[in-house]
Each structure stands twice: as structure tokens, then as C-alpha cells.
């Protein structure tokens, strides 16, 4: 069986030798990520699903957001796979702008999509999370699986404990994020988990120039 350097890296069966190259895969992988990106002013993540087709809805729709970001001098970047990462780094490119990739490398490799200007390969996907996050003024959530809510909701816990510099975020497709909108409220904050004000972290919308008009109304 083939494991995942994560898979490895979290083994109970580890020599200090191990933990010696290992931090030091991770280090290279942070660095990677710093020097390649450092150059990236102004640059919004766009978190979402790689099984989306072209002809999806979610894939359009993230193609739209990807131009229209470009379109208004932002630089994209993504997971740098297919689906929805593929589509807003496609749309990037098609509205003129800066594409940029964020790959994880895995035991059946994720292909980098083919509308990437700059990329960088991680080893980790904690890593990699890091980098989505670093250099971006703005987070746009598309609908996802599990790698996509793990994604939303360190952003959130983050900007919740003001470890990450307040930022806009906009969730994209009204009718996927409704449930989830309605366990938020009927739930977490009926349970005292969360606050309401945590609802105001993410504008939900379905309307690219809306997610356009907050971004930018939210960036000095």
C-alpha cells in the first residue's frame, strides 16, 4: 500500500530521525510557497470541489468569479487541480489576469489544471493550506467535499480568533450553502457555540459582481 506523506507523517511509529526530515520537508515546503508567491500583492483563494465537470453549474460559476476577479486586478489562486480550481483558474486567464496553482502532490497524483501561470507542489496539505491563505486579501468558498469544509472552516476559526487579519470572505451558491446556513443558526448558536456576529464572516451570494462589490468595499 502506497501511503501519502501526511499518512506518514502522522504514523505512531516515528524515530526521531523521522520528525528531523519530515520538519524539514515541511520547511521546504513553506518556503516554497513564501518566496514563489512573494511578489503577490493582491490575490483572492478560491476553495472548492476538483469533481465538478465543465458543463456544471459550480464549474461555471466558478469560471465567472475567476474572470470577474481578473477582471478588477486581482490575481487567482487555487488548489491548482480540476473542477472548480480548474474553472477560476481558467476564468483568471480568460479575464487577463495572474493564475496561480497550489498542488498537493498524492499516491495517484492530482494533475495541475493547464491554466496556471505559477505553481508550487506540496508535500503536506497543511502546508499547502497555509499558502492558499497567506498572500490573500479575499477567500471565495465554492461548493466542496470534505478538503473544501476542512478549507472554509480554518478560515473561519481563524478569523474568529483573530489569527488571521480580518478579510472578506463570500460563499458562492446560494442553495449548496443553505443547510449548512440553517445548522449555523438552528444549532451552533441556539447551542452557544458560535455568536451571531460570526454570520457576518461570509456574504452568500450567487451573483458575481455582488461577491466583486463586497470584496472590494472590505479591502483598504
Avoid at 513564501?34 to 465537470?53: E, I, M
Avoid at 487577463?96 to 495541475?112: A, H, M, R, T, W
Avoid at 478560515?155 to 442553495?175: D, E, H, I, N, Y
Wanted: one cysteine or more; charged letters at 25%.
Amino acid at each position: 500500500m502506497v501511503h501519502s506523506n501526511d499518512q506518514n507523517f502522522f504514523s505512531t511509529e516515528r524515530t526521531l530521525a523521522d520528525e528531523i526530515r519530515d520538519s524539514h520537508k515541511a520547511l521546504s515546503d513553506l518556503w516554497q510557497g513564501v518566496t514563489l508567491f512573494s511578489h503577490v500583492k493582491k490575490c483572492v483563494t478560491v476553495y472548492g470541489s476538483a469533481r465538478f465537470k465543465e458543463d456544471h453549474v459550480y464549474y461555471n460559476l466558478a469560471r465567472s468569479i475567476g474572470k470577474a476577479l481578473a477582471q478588477n486586478g486581482f490575481a487567482v489562486m487555487t488548489g491548482g487541480g480540476p473542477g472548480v480550481m480548474e474553472a477560476a483558474n481558467r476564468g483568471a486567464k480568460e479575464g487577463g489576469g495572474l493564475s496561480l496553482g497550489c498542488n498537493i502532490k498524492l499516491p495517484f497524483e492530482q494533475k495541475l489544471n493547464p491554466y496556471i501561470d505559477e505553481k508550487v507542489e506540496f508535500e503536506f496539505f497543511f502546508t499547502r493550506k497555509v499558502i492558499l491563505r497567506k498572500n490573500s486579501v479575499a477567500y471565495v468558498l465554492m461548493p466542496g467535499g470534505f478538503g473544501t469544509m476542512d478549507e472554509i472552516f480554518e478560515v473561519f476559526t481563524l478569523l474568529q480568533t483573530g489569527k488571521l487579519p480580518s478579510r472578506p470572505v463570500v460563499c458562492m451558491g446560494v442553495a449548496y450553502w443553505k443547510h449548512l446556513g440553517n445548522f449555523l443558526r438552528e444549532t451552533m448558536i441556539e447551542s452557544g457555540t458560535i455568536s451571531v456576529d460570526d454570520l457576518d464572516l461570509a456574504l452568500v451570494t450567487d451573483d458575481p459582481q455582488e461577491a466583486i462589490d463586497h470584496i472590494r468595499s472590505k479591502i483598504p
